[in-house]
């Protein structure tokens, strides 16, 4: 069901950013997203330029590239759950930055998080996805 | 003039990572000191930030197209081929393989 919620949110924030005329060769910003998950991945963590400045850029819509790029499995993996926090830490890092204004509340994101912290049964993760929830929930 | 890059074929420690921007985008970064979105009159500008860091050793290496875009043409004016290397702590160096070499 939470899934199902998940996916309608997916597709009201994907007609708002059409709307909102991003680049239609990668509206999502899923080649970012999904070099920062390699770059990241296995508990490695490096910290790019070029990156880190379309990151900032993100916020919420950092969360809908994150479910367009990763199944359920990876939801309840917690070394993949490890892996995107920091993305999405850096995606609301710089609040002033966030080129969409709908983007500076994280509510898609917000709504992944409680979705990982709920089916994800490794203790450390829950408390490393508690921990960024109270990091994004500082912002506007 | 306005500076746009791509970044492409990103390595780290010999595994490739991806294109994180396989087409055109600004360089400029709205918040950071002395970075503007258009070339000065002279069609300088400045890249910044620009660095890498991690906890443990590495060597990233990419591709940087740059180009300018005028009246909605990429004009592509130089490629810089990066690598970026940290063997300690504190210590690394930058280099994009002819004309940039910078270490510390």
């Avoid at chain 1, 997916?10 to 990668?26: I, P, R």
């Avoid at chain 1, 995606?91 to 994800?120: G, M």
């Avoid at chain 2, 985008?25 to 000191?33: E, G, H, M, S, T």
Wanted: charged share 20%; net charge negative; proline share 6%.
């Amino acid at each position: 069901m939470a899934r199902t919620i998940l996916r309608v949110i997916l597709v009201f924030v994907s007609l708002t950013v059409a709307g909102y005329g991003q680049s239609m060769n990668d509206p999502y910003s899923l080649n970012l997203v999904s070099t920062e998950l390699n770059a990241n991945s296995g508990g490695r963590r490096i910290v790019r330029s070029w990156a880190q400045k379309r990151l900032v850029l993100l916020g919420d819509g950092v969360s809908v590239a994150l479910l367009k790029l990763l199944d359920d499995s990876d939801l309840k993996n917690p070394e993949k759950v490890r892996d995107l926090l920091p993305i999405i830490r850096d995606a609301f890092s710089r609040p002033e930055s966030i080129a969409i204004e709908a983007d500076r509340k994280p509510r898609v994101t917000l709504f992944l998080l409680n979705y990982i912290r709920q089916n994800i049964s490794d203790s450390e993760a829950q408390s490393e996805v508690q921990k960024t929830m109270d990091f994004i929930g500082k912002g506007p | 003039m306005e500076p746009q890059e791509e970044i492409l074929n990103e390595v780290i420690n010999g595994t490739p990572i991806g294109n994180p921007e396989p087409t055109w985008v600004d360089i400029w970064n709205a918040n950071y000191p002395g970075s503007t979105q258009f070339t000065n009159a002279g069609g300088q500008f400045l890249d910044a930030p620009f660095g890498a860091c991690t906890l443990t050793p590495f060597v990233d290496t990419f591709t940087q197209p740059i180009s300018m875009l005028m009246n909605g043409t990429n004009y592509t004016v130089r490629t810089n081929s990066w690598t970026l290397t940290s063997t300690a702590a504190g210590h690394g160096s930058v280099t994009n393989g002819s004309d940039v070499t910078q270490s510390k």
